[in-house]
């Protein structure tokens, strides 16, 4: 026992050649030296932060007036200011500084969030009452006037009168631009992709379209109205049997395939990016003709993303309201005709509602009305938006197994 | 004339002839056709990206084109000094909502991409990024009938007390909204809607940042924010600035949303009254009700020209920035 007590010593002075080795010695604490371990916190110490915050949150806005926006506000400042301020405490600086930024950068993606949830929260519970109104998606708005909402308020008759006309006007209204645009779209993407070279005009075009993303869609529903307006004034002066007024629905699908193509030719453009060159050389290996490989090659391989892009490109139209309210106007029925008379859209309807209610004095059906809009126009856009992942996740060309 | 040419071609022409199969070839036969087909088609394709030149030429023109009524009138003739006057309040509330929204929405934005690309779990980073993305996907019309049903009264308390403890200041002076549809609730909204596009062009840019200049610097020791700083900043900054001007340029557009939340009047510097009005609002409200061809429709078109002109500069400043810093960071 002595004797390797007498070892021990013997070798710690020697150095690690000696026989000490052998010995029953933790090489853990050279390897992991306290000091790395020591200025740790207890995993608790986070939540301990949180519940006095959330204490002390409570208690701060309760002076002023007890609401949950002030608690939560209170409880965001307190928890990032003492938890800096114990890490600084027990740590360093540098790592509370560290802790400080990741407590701001998680209350920004809470923050984020608080909106997200508000709009979707107060959409589908104002909106599902009015949604379940009997006959709100099959009857237009033809015959509802004041009387008939102001019964509706009084005396809790039924709220009539739906979005059947604004259901038909966005449908048609979207189909046109979208049978506008993609080719036009496509066609581009083609061009920049496959024939351009990085040429003045590819650049141009490029860089246009990327300017043409960022119109403001009121100033693409102006030059609808203008454009239109402008084509009628030529063609009526050369006497031709044209509408002289150009608020219809044709105006405004021109008004939305200005704010389409840009989203299609980018999308596209990307999707065709991707295509590998191998099928494009095998092709031509093969003799194939080039427009014969981008219609039978190209566009197959990247056809999931091509529908994918398209499907967010009408979500986002869907959603203007704008360019529709200057280039179609409004009406309370049915309009099944493109290139005569005025013709409303789901979202100018719910702006309509809004802004002048049927009734003025007697508002709550039509903001009931609006609510059901809203929660179906949300519905459709999120519903347009899942698709298109959808088409882009299951449709996607193999990767492997070549 | 001999030419080296000339003298080869007849031995290049018999080569082929006299090895030449008999048979039809489908491949080579049909042909002429193919040709014709990749004329037509390259031509379509390039008269498709011409279209769309001469179109945003077109948006411009005809805009000029008809708002030359609100400049000038034959009795008169130019009357850009009352145009002007009709104007300049307008440009300042869109330019007031604008920067109200981008000062609260690009912390925010900058925080969440940065917490999707270098705090979230991995595993769920992308579908925390389809969250935010729905932001987007939410129609500007429901983000104006929510700001005006529940932002603004949520917000009027907040008004009041700013009035009574800070109301020496500009600012918050004048009579505080009670239904809180003022300019600074149109920003707010404005600020929600531009966030999932900061967001997604900064974590774009963040997710691009080199691996190896992340690993070196917490190498050295640097904890995750000081490599943040240090690694991810300087390499994503045109980025950032690029987000936040594209942000810029849908909140001076935005129209729907500020339509519906503002009750317009006045510019005033105060943002807690009502009052003060932005160029899509005033166009969005007037346009319906202005009889066509008249003084009136001359003048919305022509303040939606200069709204048109403004969103160009900033969007072409932003793709300037970008296609400067391509090179090297990758922001397109």
Known sequence: MSQTQQQLTSASVEGPAGPARQNDFDPSSILRPTSLTQNR?????????????????????????????????????????????????????????????????YLAFIIALLPLFSVIWSVTSIGIPGLLEPGFLASDMQGIDGTTDQRSQEEGAPVLGGIRHALVGSLLITLTATFISVPIGLMTSIYLVEYARGGKLSRAITFFVDVMTGIPSIVAGLFGAAAMGWFLGVGNSLGLPLPSRSTMGITAAIALSVLMIPVVVRTTEEMLRVVPNELREASYALGVRKWRTILKVVIPTAISGIAAGVTLAIARVIGETAPILVT???????????????????????????????????????????WAAALVLIIIVMGLNLTARIIATIFAPKKTGR | MTSPGESHSPAKATEPSNRQEPSHNALTTSDSGGVMGDRVFSGLALLAGVAILITLAFVAIFLSFNSVGAVYREEEGLILRQFLEYAYPLVIGTLIASLIALVLATPVAVGVALYISHFSPPRLSKSIGYLIDLLAAIPSVVYGAWGMSFLGPALVPVYGWLHQHLGFIPLFAGNPSQTGRTIF?????????????????????????????????LALGATRWEMITMAVFPFARAGIISGVMLGLGRALGETMAVALVLSPGLLTASLISSGNSTIPAEIALGFPEAPPGSERQAQLIAIGLVLFVITLIVNMTARWIVNRHKDFSGAN
């Not at chain 1, 309760?62 to 409880?75: G, R």
């Not at chain 1, 179609?328 to 099944?336: D, H, I, L, Y």
């Not at chain 2, 920003?187 to 774009?204: A, D, F, H, K, Q």
Request: charged letters at 10%.
């Open chain 1, 328 to 370: 179609a106007g409004f009406v309370v029925s049915n309009n099944w005709n493109l290139f005569q008379g005025w013709m409303t859209a789901l979202p100018v309807y719910i702006f309509r509602q809004f802004q002048n209610p049927t009734s003025p004095n007697f508002s709550d059906p039509s903001h009931q009305r609006a």
């Open chain 1, 41 to 105: 916190m207890p995993w608790w110490t986070g939540l301990a932060v949180l519940a006095v915050s959330a204490l002390f949150g409570a208690a701060l806005s309760s002076l002023i007036s007890f609401n949950f926006a002030l608690w939560f506000v209170f409880t965001a400042v307190l928890y990032v200011m003492i938890s800096y301020a114990v890490t600084r405490a027990k740590v360093n600086r540098r790592q509370a500084r560290d802790k400080m930024w990741k407590n701001l950068v």
């Open chain 2, 185 to 217: 609730t149109a920003g707010v909204v404005l600020g929600v809607m531009i966030l999932p596009i900061i967001t997604s062009v900064c974590r774009e840019i963040f997710i691009q940042t080199p691996k190896l200049h992340e690993e070196a610097a």
